[in-house]
């Protein structure tokens, strides 16, 4: 093995798991945004407020994806400079 260069397991393992923190964001964030959907559906708002929902919900679901995305990466980061 090559000092300082990445192994194919590696780089394997670093592409799983991008696409697993990807996945999970985007299933994360569709999750929130189907809760406000819901709920504005429940409540029967008007329209205005069914839209302030809606994008509400869009924002905050777009915050909950990136949040998830960074914290995968992170802790697989962290896992990966530890050697496991």
């Known amino acids: 093995m090559d000092m300082g260069r990445e192994s194919r397991w590696e780089k394997d393992a ?5 696409v697993f923190a990807l ?5 994360l964030a569709a999750a929130v945004l189907a809760v406000a959907l819901a709920l504005a559906l429940a409540f029967g708002v008007s329209a205005p ?3 302030g929902t809606l994008v509400g919900g869009a924002l905050l679901g777009a915050a909950a994806g990136v949040w998830r995305l960074v914290r995968v990466l992170r802790r697989f980061d ?7």
């Open 23 to 27: 996945v999970t964001s985007v299933v």
């Open 78 to 84: 962290a896992q990966r400079r530890k050697g496991h």
């Open 49 to 51: 407020a069914r839209k």
């Open 14 to 18: 670093m592409t799983v798991e991008i």
